[in-house]
């Protein structure tokens, strides 16, 4: 059963007060993070198109989920590449019930599915499977090397649960919370480069990361991090 969103709140967007015509439906088995991967439709002119709207709460306003999931949804608006989710819309909506509120941030993308759960739904074999893997990696290989290389970014967290697949079967890249500037040319520093790198499964940081040796991960080249992903 869909249930109608309008949240009348100031949106993460930045464009003050706002509706958010969507109808959020059921929810796939699987999403990144803490977030939840929701099928969804528009309501805007009544054409019922579809999207994809993630969602992630917290019952503190100070919880840092909170504040890396501000930072995935700026990273997502503002960074656009073929290969890269397209951002449609964000909100942020308190709810309170009694003396407990809980906030609760949305983000509403062109229609995609978990990777994971699209390679179930395929269910490829032999050669046509290798070839559509191949062709997958190579489209999120394009991906990072665009964030690497011409903007300088380290997404940090690329995995099997950051990739989702539109209806054309293109492989898109998402889960932006840990993204973050390379400072490689600040020799000096020696905290962390990714400020919400405790988001990142340890089969995912290659030694460096896993040992925080930001000093070591400086001097490497932007893509280091992220080429383990891959």
């Not at 501000?70 to 309170?96: A, C, D």
């Not at 480069?193 to 040992?211: T, V």
């Amino acid at each position: 059963m869909l249930r109608f969103l309008k949240g009348v709140v100031g949106g993460v967007s930045g464009t003050g007060l706002k509706d958010l015509p969507y109808n959020i439906g059921d929810p796939y088995p699987s999403a990144w993070g803490s977030w939840t991967h929701h099928r969804g439709t528009s309501c805007k002119d009544g054409d019922g198109s579809p999207v994809s709207i993630f969602s992630l709460s917290a019952s503190n306003a100070q919880d840092s989920l909170l504040a890396a999931a501000r930072n995935g949804v700026k990273r997502l608006r503002t960074v656009r590449h073929p290969n890269i989710l397209s951002f449609l819309h964000s909100t942020e909506v308190e709810t309170v019930e009694g003396s407990s509120s809980r906030i609760t941030i949305y983000i509403v993308t062109e229609p995609v599915m978990p990777l994971s759960e699209k390679i179930k739904e395929l269910g490829l074999e032999g050669t046509q499977r290798d070839e559509y893997y191949a062709w997958g990696l190579n489209q999120i290989a394009k991906a990072v090397s665009f964030l690497n290389n011409d903007c300088k970014l380290v997404h940090g967290n690329v995995c099997l649960a950051s990739v989702v697949v539109t209806p054309t079967l293109d492989w898109k890249l998402h889960a932006f919370d840990v993204l973050s500037e390379f400072d490689g040319n600040n020799g000096n520093a020696t905290g962390p480069m990714l400020q919400y790198e405790w988001l990142i499964g340890s089969q995912y940081k290659p030694m460096e990361l896993a040992k925080s040796d930001w000093v070591a991960i400086r001097k490497s080249p932007p893509w280091a991090i992220d080429s383990w992903g891959l």
